[in-house]
């Protein structure tokens, strides 16, 4: 009997014209000898931003406590690593291509913040991440946050100094982008629980499974490719609230086929080769079935977000460790891959403020986390997934994803981003809304793929607005 396949649909792009021109430029490589030399001679190397992304890692492990965050100057395509004092990890660093600038604070510092900000002002419907481009904590506050709340913040923001964080308000309500669309459906007591498949995995025993929000593992056991289908699969481990928000869901047929890979629609797909580490400043896509594609900066990292918890009134569902970007998303959007057009598997939408037409900001499970936390690894279950593991080894979380130049085994242990809908699921998960781009790669792929058809499945993307092409 022919294997049943299951792929990720993140949408697709036939609209946008460029979709031809993805694949080239995606996979294309770069000639490195002109930046080598300019390494060489201690002077800024242009790079990618997958490269950037490497760079970053190794300096973050060669400098130690000097280093104190780094970020990607698109306009220049270079790497600005912040440092805290000088000497020769330093000029370590200049030599290896990197533009170091001198700061004040230090990731100790700016970590030492963050957690007074979660001790004394853990509010729902705040926010904060670490932006090294101002060697910072930026705190947000959405519409939610008013009068004794308000000065609660903004007073514990003062207590840090004007020289370690900045408060700022931001348009709308930090939520998770639960709505409908095309969706992985599990049926439980008082209704229907839709969320989104994230990144096809191969588990830590060599059985096939994908990622998705750590929430949607919590709300329900056992998924299906369509609404009233029987389940196909069923969560392995779910972590949410807390440090992150994924989950790992198990096929339950092992034979079924998970390519790593990404449907870019018009006949298209992007292989997913690596997980990467996020860097502030480095050009993202993300997909997803209500908005289509769209494209932002990555504005933060280890970001914290307080929402207003689903199961309690007065409660607050923290999650910590995400991506913060400017990339715009709106409910239905929820567990749509973000990713670079390299091929690299950065983050899964988690939940944010505003939308499409006036903008907002969206967080991020980072991809390297979930994949470390699980045991899983990027790959087609099984088939080459491990390959090339020890690249990188002895890098530690520094350098989980980081090496993904080698190939796709780079991932081991690094990191796929939970793909599933944020935090909270609860309320409106249960009433059905709530889907993310990817869904349809597995509805319908029974019957199809039962009679040997090897076609993708599209997901719902509708308006998508940004091209892949020519972009960093």
């Given amino acids: 009997m022919p294997k049943r396949k299951a792929a990720i649909a993140v949408g697709g792009v036939a609209a946008l014209g460029a979709a031809a021109l993805l694949l080239p430029n995606a996979m294309a490589s770069q000639d490195n000898s002109q930046d080598q030399g300019a390494a060489a001679a201690g002077t800024a190397r242009t790079l990618k931003t997958t490269d950037a992304s490497t760079l970053a890692?190794?300096?973050?492990?060669?400098?130690?406590g000097q280093f104190a965050g780094a970020y990607y100057d698109s306009a220049k395509k270079q790497l600005v690593v912040n440092a805290v004092g000088d000497g020769a990890a330093v000029a370590r660093a200049k030599s290896a291509g990197a533009v170091v600038r001198q700061v004040e604070n230090s990731t100790a510092d700016l970590r030492s913040a963050a957690q007074t900000l979660r001790t004394k002002a853990a509010i729902p419907g705040t926010a904060w991440a670490v932006d090294p481009r101002t060697n910072k904590v930026i705190v947000s506050a959405d519409s939610t946050v008013t009068g004794a709340e308000w000065d609660r913040l903004e007073s514990t923001v003062d207590g840090l100094g004007s020289g370690t964080a900045t408060l700022k308000k931001t348009g709308g309500t930090f939520k998770t982008f639960v709505s409908g669309g095309d969706a992985i459906f599990s049926q439980v007591q008082g209704g229907n629980v839709r969320c989104s498949l994230g990144f096809n995995v191969t588990a830590a025993d060599g059985s096939p499974a994908f990622l998705t929000a750590g929430h949607c593992g919590v709300a329900a056991k056992q998924w299906s490719d369509s609404e009233t289908g029987q389940p196909i699969a069923t969560v392995d481990q779910a972590t949410f609230p807390g440090e992150g928000d994924f989950s790992l869901v198990k096929y339950d047929d092992p034979a079924t086929q998970a390519p790593s890979e990404v449907n870019a629609g018009n006949g298209q797909t992007v292989a997913i080769t690596q997980a990467a580490e996020a860097t502030?400043?480095?050009?993202?896509?993300?997909?997803?079935?209500?908005?289509?594609?769209?494209?932002?900066?990555?504005?933060?990292?280890?970001?914290?977000?307080?929402?207003?918890?689903?199961?309690?009134?007065?409660?607050?569902?923290?999650?910590?460790?995400?991506?913060?970007?400017?990339?715009?998303?709106?409910?239905?959007?929820?567990?749509?891959?973000?990713?670079?057009?390299?091929?690299?598997?950065?983050?899964?939408?988690?939940?944010?403020?505003?939308?499409?037409?006036?903008?907002?900001?969206?967080?991020?499970?980072?991809?390297?986390?979930?994949?470390?936390?699980?045991?899983?690894?990027?790959?087609?279950?099984?088939?080459?997934?491990?390959?090339?593991?020890?690249?990188?080894?002895?890098?530690?979380?520094?350098?989980?994803?980081?090496?993904?130049?080698?190939?796709?085994?780079?991932?081991?242990?690094?990191?796929?981003?939970?793909?599933?809908?944020?935090?909270?699921?609860?309320?409106?998960?249960?009433?059905?809304?709530g889907a993310g781009a990817g869904a349809d790669d597995q509805a319908g792929a029974g019957a199809a793929e039962e009679k040997g058809t090897k076609h993708h499945h599209r997901g719902g993307q509708r308006g998508g607005t940004s091209s892949l092409t020519g972009s960093n």
Wanted: proline fraction near 2%; include cysteine.
């Fill in 57 to 64: 890692a190794q300096l973050k492990q060669s400098l130690g």
């Fill in 280 to 433: 502030v400043g480095s050009t993202v896509f993300r997909m997803g079935s209500t908005t289509g594609l769209h494209d932002g900066q990555v504005t933060g990292l280890d970001a914290t977000v307080n929402f207003q918890s689903e199961t309690d009134p007065n409660g607050v569902d923290t999650v910590t460790g995400l991506i913060q970007t400017d990339v715009c998303a709106e409910p239905g959007d929820s567990g749509g891959s973000l990713f670079t057009q390299e091929g690299a598997a950065i983050g899964l939408t988690s939940g944010g403020s505003g939308d499409c037409t006036s903008g907002g900001e969206t967080f991020f499970q980072p991809v390297t986390a979930a994949l470390a936390a699980t045991g899983a690894t990027l790959g087609d279950a099984g088939a080459g997934a491990g390959a090339g593991a020890g690249a990188g080894a002895g890098a530690g979380d520094d350098q989980a994803g980081a090496g993904g130049e080698a190939g796709a085994g780079d991932q081991a242990g690094a990191g796929d981003q939970a793909g599933g809908d944020q935090a909270g699921a609860g309320a409106d998960d249960q009433a059905g809304a």
